[in-house]
């Protein structure tokens, strides 16, 4: 009996050692509201059931300047950003931020109200609305418009005689002028995209704009959400960070796996307006994950693209190793 009890003891010791030694990290997390933030509402979800070893505090954000200013002054840790935000913010920053998952493909769609468009070269002389001025979908259109060798003028760039006008404006406000039938054509992305076309019968998917990317066959993987961490917090939390992948990972898995309960939370999360949007959009988020040396292979062809266009889509230069975490 004695010796029993040394080794009660003893088990007793080291499982309270090994409690100590997980503590556990806090960590701010921010997520954009739509597609990019989609795969994080299952961690989100263990968060809040406390089922995590570290304690997120996860924020979901409408806009990708938020959480550029967010990671700058250190209100959030880790963030659910569009990738080429997080390569501008990391030159204009030099190398404040890292790189450490990519998690979503491409999203964007042409919707038509209407049956005139079929391929890139029907948009000669159409007006495009569209959502995501001066992030991923701008440089994405302007490409794939040039590309396909029509001209584009826009209120920024404003060129005389252009085969096509893209007007930039709220996704909220094109959904709702798309769903009432005032405008007849734009780009969204999913979920704003299938919002609209569950509310307006007459609207269609025209165009999917990864398909018509693939297809100019020089820009790589069209890749446009990713995870991005602040350098210094990455420095003193290494661990804390390959927990949060490992975490990250499963609940994109989780998503893709249970698309009816991620559809719930997502809708419980603010990720997405309802869960019946989200339940028919998530097939379509291109949801991924990729972390170490693959995220580089995958995002650098795409972000080449990006920067032979406009260098300013990326920040004026293509990132070096130190953007690349691990």
């Known amino acids: 009996m004695k ?58 954000v409408a806009d990708n300047t938020q959480i550029r200013d967010g990671l700058i002054n250190g209100d959030y840790d880790i963030a659910a950003i569009a990738t080429n935000v997080a390569a501008t913010l990391y030159n204009k920053t030099e190398g404040k931020i890292k790189v450490i998952a990519l998690n979503t493909l491409g999203v964007l769609y042409i919707l038509e109200n209407g049956n005139t468009i079929s391929s890139v070269a029907d948009l000669k002389g159409r ?21 396909n060798g029509l001209t584009v003028s826009t209120s920024v760039d404003p060129v005389e005689g252009a085969d096509v006008e893209v007007v930039f404006d709220e996704a909220s406000v094109i959904q709702t002028k798309m769903a009432s039938g005032e405008i007849d054509l734009c780009m969204l992305p999913v979920p704003a995209a299938t919002a609209v076309l569950i509310n307006n019968q007459d609207v269609r998917s025209a165009l999917d704009l990864t398909a018509e990317w693939n297809a100019l066959g020089t820009g790589g993987q069209l890749t446009m959400g990713c995870v991005a961490v602040r350098t210094e917090f990455a420095d003193e939390n290494p661990k804390a960070v390959d927990r949060f992948l490992e975490e990250y ?47 580089r292979s995958t995002l650098e062809p795409y972000f080449r693209v990006l920067f032979d266009a406009d260098p300013a889509s990326i920040g004026g230069a293509m990132p070096d190793d130190g953007f690349y975490y691990g």
């Open 3 to 60: 010796k029993l009890t040394v080794l009660l003891l003893a088990l007793t010791l080291v499982l309270s050692l090994a409690a100590c030694g997980e503590k556990g990290t806090d960590i701010n997390v921010a997520v954009l509201t739509g597609p990019t933030g989609v795969g994080a509402v299952g961690l989100w979800e263990a968060a809040d059931a406390g089922s995590t070893t570290d304690r997120y505090s996860i924020t979901a």
């Open 127 to 147: 007006t495009i609305y569209a959502a995501g001025q001066g992030a991923n979908p701008e440089y994405v259109l302007k490409y794939i418009l040039t590309s």
């Open 249 to 295: 990972e499963k609940s994109i898995n989780g998503v893709k796996d249970d698309v009816d309960h991620a559809a719930q939370l997502c809708e419980s999360y603010g990720i997405v307006p309802k869960a019946a949007i989200a339940k028919r959009a998530i097939p379509d988020c291109n949801l991924t994950f990729v972390s170490g040396e693959d995220i």
